[in-house]
């Protein structure tokens, strides 16, 4: 075979094919590489703009710039890595002949190695010198003739290439819509995601953080006073330990969307944390639908709360209630100016002082008050509400240091219960939840309390009577002047001035036949009425005063001598039938005790005997009794007896002692009527008021101590009997100067129905 000695060349046709579909290749690789790209760009275009803005639609804020920088530089880092992989790496790769060829032989049968050959002794004509140069010619012209059959676009798979560019016109496509339908909320999602501006988008909804409202404590009467709205200073404000407050938000009426609610996140410093839902509060007011909330966590506050407030698509991020220590007041002194009538320079009493106030407080009316009040922070102002005149006093609190930590209010005169409601305001921006509540009550300056009593003075008196008083008048500071007001018939009262003894004492009389002498003075009659009562001011200056205080009203009537005496004797007289009925009484008591001496009674002798016509050993019910049975029975009897006399022995003392203070009384009637006679003032003394007193304080009791004994010693066969001998000597004893009190009694009975005979001959 003959070898060729000529270099082979590839025909022009065939070049054309091989450079045809090189650059078909390369535009391939471009397109579909570009096709995913911008798909990868509209993907994350839409992604990343989910991402930012469907949680503003939720009421959350957009993404923060940093994560839109990291967002920004994974799509970028994604995009380079497409461009490097499906473009730049592919393109610049070296598309030899041989491949070509080889691609085409693959894809068209017909060439039947024709074109491989002939492009390969064309790149290696060295290859070409073993072979016949016109068998190597034939394989020219058949790969040649092969050419003009060769479709290009068949070598190609055309589906990746559509899908990438399908995806990217249907990802891209949206977003020339998106331009034509809202080009500002385009470029404002441009700039945010690849210029990483901080523009944020525009929201449907619009609200505002109003402020809070401490929730105050409701007062006496019920009403809960009003509390201005505090709003945030630099998105926080500090509010009290403890305190209840509603949060206060607003939405712009004007806006497209109105939220029906607006939800709170929040955190507290303890970790806590939750959601809860605002409500509505209202219809539409002066442009603004108001909503708030009064609810845990805001009720109560025990730690800060970091809180986020969303309506809608709005968002108020970032604000911050500060829980720090309430103001409060820790000590609280009067100082106290007493009124003039209080004040005694001599005593040192009514003397300004300070005090401490407390709870039940009370101070005199008329005091001057200053309240110096201390608190545990620094305060930058006072408000004290008076709710009884409806007043808000504000003080403004300056000073440095301590100064700000007191402030001073001032009560002129205290003329009534003082109630202060004090609310404090501290330099922290808190109000106290609750006002502290200072009450002080106005103790009226009372009448002088007059415990005076006349004494011997009955309800008749004779023209020259001595009205006698005595007791004591005291005030709650000092009595001022005391005297008796006689209010003479068809005249004028007159006042009698009286001296007050230490300690207010009062011994003092009124003498009406001094009375008469004097200039002025007015003359008794009988068949008169006199009335007296005694009477005490004091130093009281105020309005309304002074204080007067009277003590019992007395009326008397005016009798001549003769009626007075008559009246008196026959007081004795009714006096004596008593004193006869005590002795009765005395002597029945010496009779029981005789029978419990006796161990014996005496069939009908006494009502509590009437057992004692049982025979022996039986009782009324003629069931026989025991012997036990029947000294038990008798020892119960005599028991009785003793029991019933030391009853009657202490019922007669306080008897007999009445009896005497009645003569008392008549013999200081007649001695403060005038009508009395030497004779007769030592007859009463000292023939019966003076034995009557010795035998009540004296031989009673003596009586009560016997019976006591007695009574121990009821079943001691040995003592028993004598002490019921000394028992009944002691009541014999009493009896017989009881006799002889009522045998001078009668004398006097006697002598007094001889005097009633001579008045009656005169």
């Known amino acids: 075979m003959a070898t060729v000695s000529a270099k082979p060349r590839l025909e022009p046709h065939i070049r054309g094919l091989l450079s045809g579909l090189r650059w078909r290749i390369r535009a391939y690789v471009w397109l579909e590489g570009l096709a995913l790209a911008v798909a990868w760009i509209g993907l994350t275009f839409w992604v990343a703009l989910a991402i930012d803005y469907l949680p503003v639609l939720m009421g959350a804020s957009e993404m923060p710039q940093a994560a839109r920088a990291v967002l920004l530089a994974l799509i970028a880092g994604v995009l380079a890595y497409i461009l490097y992989r499906w473009i730049l790496r592919r393109t610049f790769v070296h598309l030899r002949d041989h491949s070509m060829a080889v691609l085409l032989e693959r894809r068209f049968g017909q060439f039947q190695d024709s074109l491989v050959t002939a492009v390969e002794m064309s790149e290696h004509p060295d290859h070409a010198q073993e072979f016949n140069r016109e068998m190597l010619a034939h394989t020219s012209e058949e790969a040649l003739a092969q050419v003009g059959h060769v479709r290009l676009s068949r070598v190609f798979n055309f589906l990746p290439l559509m899908r990438n560019s399908l995806a990217a016109f249907a990802l891209v496509a949206p977003v020339l819509l998106f331009y034509v339908a809202n080009e500002d909320a385009l470029a404002i999602w441009i700039n945010r995601l690849y210029l990483l501006q901080d523009q944020p988008w525009p929201r449907n909804a619009h609200i505002e953080v109003v402020g809070i409202e401490l929730m105050q404590t409701p007062g006496p009467s019920g009403e809960v006073a009003s509390s201005p709205i505090i709003p945030f200073q630099d998105d926080s404000l500090k509010v009290a330990k403890g305190a209840s407050v509603t949060l206060h938000v607003r939405a712009d009426a004007a806006a497209k969307y109105i939220p029906e609610v607006c939800v709170i996140h929040y955190r507290t410093d303890e970790g806590d944390r939750g959601r809860v839902n605002m409500k509505k509060v209202g219809r539409i007011k002066d442009g603004f639908q108001q909503y708030a909330f009064d609810q845990k966590p805001l009720k109560g506050i025990l730690s800060s709360i970091h809180f986020d407030v969303v309506g809608f698509d709005d968002r108020v991020r970032n604000r911050y209630i500060q829980v720090v220590d309430p103001p409060a007041i820790v000590k609280t002194e009067l100082e106290c100016t007493f009124p003039d009538y209080m004040v005694d320079a001599k005593l040192s009493a009514g003397l300004a002082r300070n005090i401490a106030w407390s709870p039940g407080t009370q101070?005199?009316?008329?005091?001057?008050?200053?309240?110096?009040?201390q608190t545990n922070k620094d305060l930058k102002q006072v408000r004290v509400y008076n709710p009884d005149a409806d007043e808000t006093t504000t003080i403004d609190v300056t000073g440095t240091g301590d100064q700000r930590q007191q402030f001073q209010y001032r009560v002129p005169q205290l003329m009534q219960n003082l109630s202060l409601e004090v609310t404090l305001h501290d330099t922290d921006g808190v109000f106290s939840e609750r006002p502290h509540r200072i009450i002080i009550s106005a103790v009226s300056d009372e009448a002088p309390r007059v415990d005076v009593r006349l004494y011997g003075i009955g309800s008749a008196v004779t023209p020259d009577v001595r009205v006698p008083a005595r007791g004591t008048i005291m005030d709650d500071y000092a009595v001022n002047r005391t005297w008796f007001e006689v209010h003479p018939p068809d005249a004028d009262p007159r006042e009698h001035e009286i001296s007050l003894g230490a300690g207010g004492s009062v011994d003092a009389a009124v003498d009406f036949r001094e009375i008469r002498s004097q200039p002025g003075g007015f003359e008794l009659k009988p068949q008169q009425k006199l009335v007296l009562s005694i009477r005490a001011e004091d130093k009281y200056n105020l309005d309304g005063g002074p204080n007067v205080g009277s003590g019992d009203v007395y009326q008397m009537d005016v009798v001549s001598a003769e009626q007075l005496l008559a009246i008196l004797?026959?007081?004795?007289?009714?006096?004596?039938?008593?004193?006869?009925?005590?002795?009765?009484?005395?002597?029945?008591?010496?009779?029981?005790?005789?029978?419990?001496?006796?161990?014996?009674?005496?069939?009908?002798?006494?009502?509590?005997?009437?057992?004692?016509?049982?025979p022996s050993g039986t009782d009324p019910g003629d069931k026989t009794l025991t012997p036990e049975a029947a000294a038990q029975r008798a020892r119960s009897l005599r028991l009785l007896r003793v029991q019933r006399a030391f009853l009657q022995s202490q019922k007669s003392a306080q008897e007999i002692l009445g009896v005497s203070a009645a003569f008392r009384d008549i013999r200081e009637e007649l001695i403060n009527n005038r009508v009395d006679s030497e004779d007769r003032k030592n007859r009463l003394q000292n023939d019966v008021v003076d034995p009557l007193e010795h035998i009540g304080s004296v031989m009673f009791p003596e009586l009560d101590s016997r019976l006591q004994t007695l009574e121990a010693k009821l079943d001691d066969p040995q003592v028993g009997p004598a002490a019921a001998a000394a028992a009944i000597a002691q009541a014999n004893a009493i009896l017989i100067e009881l006799d002889k009190v009522l045998q001078r009694l009668i004398k006097f009975e006697t002598y007094n129905e001889l005097l009633d005979i001579v008045r009656a001959l005169i």
């Open 363 to 373: 101070l005199p009316m008329g005091t001057a008050i200053t309240i110096n009040a």
């Open 569 to 614: 004797e026959a007081r004795e007289a009714a006096m004596r039938r008593r004193f006869e009925q005590i002795i009765d009484e005395m002597t029945e008591l010496r009779d029981s005790l005789l029978r419990v001496k006796s161990d014996t009674s005496s069939a009908g002798s006494d009502p509590q005997d009437a057992t004692a016509s049982v």
